[in-house]
T-cell receptor, first 113, second 116 residues
Framework: ETGVTQTPRHLVMGMTNKKSLKCEQH?????MYWYKQSAKKPLELMFV???????ENNSVPSRFSPECPNSSHLFLHLHTLQPEDSALYLC????????????FGQGTRLTVV | AQSVTQPDIHITVSEGASLELRCNYS??????LFWYVQSPGQGLQLLLK??????LVQGIKGFEAEFKRSQSSFNLRKPSVHWSDAAEYFC??????????????FGTGTRLTIIP
């Protein structure tokens, strides 16, 4: 149990579908993150939320839409995805202020068909 | 911008043998350094971290890493590997942004295979 829970663990969706990934952290952290892990590429930071406010968007296409309703929950809304968006999507949380590390969820394996 | 290089894509070692995974980073100041491990189909688990102080840090599962500023390296070591250590290992550099949150830059990972 890492303290960061992601659902679903696996998702297959068509290019015209709309789906959402959910992340919940039970660690009392104040920052949450979405990372994308594709084969043979480094983990890519997608979005950062600090104190429920989006503070970073690393040039992610608009077909990915994050939402952070409170400090414990983070969503990634997906619509009209492309096959190259198939990847493992990892959520993480941390408590900024020095001497802290990010805790990761187990990820959602997304396949776009 | 910071960057992380893990020069070994895949390493195979025999069970019981020693292990060293290499990591080099590029960053203008002293960074926060991390090693994470990922088993197939799983998320990332923190093995150890370096923020300041003693340059030799101990982690979980018998791993250690040494920060060498002169070489910009943070290599991961284990004196005797176990079959359960087979996984993908990621080195990461962290920095605190203007907003106070932590940005991690990851290397491409090293896949470790253990043979009997």
């Amino acid at each position: 149990e890492t303290g960061v829970t992601q659902t679903p663990r696996h998702l297959v969706m068509g290019m015209t579908n709309k789906k959402s990934l959910k992340c919940e952290q039970h660690l009392g952290h104040n920052a949450m993150y979405w990372y994308k892990q594709s084969a043979k590429k480094p983990l890519e930071l997608m979005f950062v939320y600090s104190l429920e406010e989006r503070v970073e968007n690393n040039s992610v296409p608009s077909r990915f839409s994050p939402e952070c309703p409170n400090s414990s929950h983070l969503f990634l809304h997906l619509h009209t995805l492309q096959p190259e968006d198939s990847a493992l999507y990892l959520c993480a949380s941390s408590q900024f202020g020095g001497n802290t590390e990010a805790f990761f969820g187990q990820g959602t394996r997304l396949t776009v068909v | 911008a910071q960057s992380v290089t893990q020069p070994d894509i895949h390493i195979t070692v025999s069970e019981g043998a020693s292990l060293e995974l290499r990591c080099n980073y590029s960053y203008g100041a002293t960074p926060y350094l991390f090693w994470y491990v990922q088993s197939p189909g799983q998320g990332l688990q923190l093995l150890l971290k370096y923020f300041s102080g003693d340059t030799l840090v101990q982690g979980i599962k018998g791993f250690e890493a040494e920060f060498k500023r002169s070489q910009s390296s943070f290599n991961l070591r284990k004196p005797s590997v176990h079959w359960s250590d087979a996984a993908e290992y990621f080195c990461a550099v962290g920095l605190i942004s203007n907003f106070g949150n932590e940005k991690l830059t990851f290397g491409t990972g090293t896949r470790l295979t253990i043979i009997p």
